[in-house]
């Protein structure tokens, strides 16, 4: 998905409150929006959203000398999610439809986007909970998931935030392991997954994990390592999680399943949704 | 007040917003978002917001070669202020407290403001009415007000926006309207009221109008004509109506009352409310 123009106002928003989160100095936020409204004034809209972000917090790590400000907000959302893990299994497993229900829980995981809003708290993701297990989905879109799932060999699972993993966990647990890879960012970036996070909440215990060797808050794959690239075009089914996956993989190769929590209007314009809206989508190649 | 870091992302939000009420181009959006992006970067912070208010729509001006982008907004906000004057006026007349009445429907007018959202309309502008007749005003406010309206002998009503004039018409008509001047923006700007407005709704037929030769969204008095600068020291009290003329006269001198409904989160943050408080408040000199 390229970039629209209503995007460059939410960077210079994301950019202060990442700069908050890094650091109390105010110097160092004013320093951040400058060079932030610099770097937007200047840049191709024809990249993804993520591309910009990937800058965005590459400045703020530079300005604050902050490696990676959202170390506390990923290890309290792991913390969280892991408290919440025996009942989510247990909702799974008394559901009509445990696969079914595991998506709509792995979609409801995804409300913990730091990039989107900065005030997301055990509330939001309650809420999240029950809106994504009642939401209406397109006809078929869990089955034809589920089969998708049943008949691939080779299913890379691709991870969006800390937190939300412990949901995407409930979800693989529901597909036979041996055929999943889970996949994490190759660095901080907002709080997006990293292999910490696969350890910290036991996903490295049950799949193969692998880093994509990048630090954009989604999955460029121009920007991935050489070896993440060829696993990609590997893999049989595409999994790709929440909103800068969407955002970075729409043209991507592959037979590729975006699910997601549709977060901000410009996604929901492009997807023709709702703002709010549970998304479990094959992406047909055109 | 100074300039937030909060309110940079919103002025680029106000730029797109107003470049596209110019303009069908989306060439011309992106090039109002660039220049925007790049004066931000080097702006000053000690300026008042509506002194980047003033950069921004002499930004879309050029870029779309439209004079008076909201001259239809204008219009139309003026036209329907209009067919709800013998309502207003029935509200005052009806009331037990009239002038307590016409300055709180002074504040409800003040909700049609394109600087803050452009998604204002006649569902909004009730809603304001009626909120605004309920709010909870500090104890002795409107008394306050009233004592100094009764005692000034030259009172400079500084008005805010088209379709609010017509509000700000009906507090006029209920003070001795001999010893009021109401007050322009000197040019078009985002859709601030103008003389052409002050002569749409009949104000020039009721008090003196007089405009400060600036186009800025509020009163930068360095800004304004050196005839209405020495107008504005004279007068013996000055109302000062919405947000503009809340950031830029905040400091300046004179006994000032400042009317308005608060519309931003970093307004409410400096006044000290909640974001839709009204607020009428006679600005003590430190």
Redesign the interface.
């Known amino acids: 998905m390229k970039t629209f123009?209503?995007c460059?106002?939410?960077f210079?928003?994301q950019a202060?409150g990442a700069a908050r989160m890094a650091s109390d100095d105010?110097e160092a936020?004013?320093r951040v929006?400058?060079?932030v409204?610099?770097a937007?004034?200047?840049m191709g809209?024809d990249e993804t959203p993520p591309s910009m972000g990937q800058v965005i917090h590459r400045v703020v790590r530079e300005a604050t000398g902050v490696e990676d400000p959202y170390r506390e907000v990923k290890d309290h959302f792991n913390a969280l999610a892991l408290s919440m893990y025996e009942r989510l299994k247990s909702m799974v497993a008394e559901s009509d439809d445990p696969f079914g229900t595991a998506v709509r829980l792995a979609v409801a995981g995804n409300i913990i986007d730091f990039g989107v809003r900065s005030d997301i708290d055990e509330e939001s993701l309650e809420r999240s909970i029950s809106e994504s297990l009642g939401w209406p989905l397109e006809d078929g879109a869990l089955d034809a998931l589920r089969r998708a799932v049943d008949s691939a060999d080779d299913i890379l699972y691709v991870g969006d935030n800390a937190g939300e993993i412990v949901f995407d966990r409930v979800l693989i647990e529901e597909m036979d392991t041996d055929r999943v890879t889970f996949v994490v960012r190759g660095a901080p970036i907002i709080n997006d997954v990293t292999m910490r996070d696969a350890v910290e909440v036991g996903m490295t215990d049950i799949v193969a994990v692998v880093d994509n060797g990048s630090d954009a808050p989604g999955t460029i794959l121009s920007d991935c390592s050489q070896e993440f690239r060829e696993r990609f075009l590997r893999a049989d089914l595409i999994i790709a999680k929440g909103q800068g996956n969407y955002e970075t993989l729409s043209q991507a190769p592959g037979r590729i399943f975006f699910v997601l929590k549709v977060k901000c209007p410009v996604i929901a314009r492009d997807i023709g949704c709702e703002v709010g809206a549970v998304i479990v989508w094959e992406r047909e190649i055109g």
Request: with cysteine.
């Open positions: 123009l209503d460059v106002p939410c210079l928003k202060l105010p936020h004013a929006l400058r060079t409204a610099r937007v004034a200047e809209m």
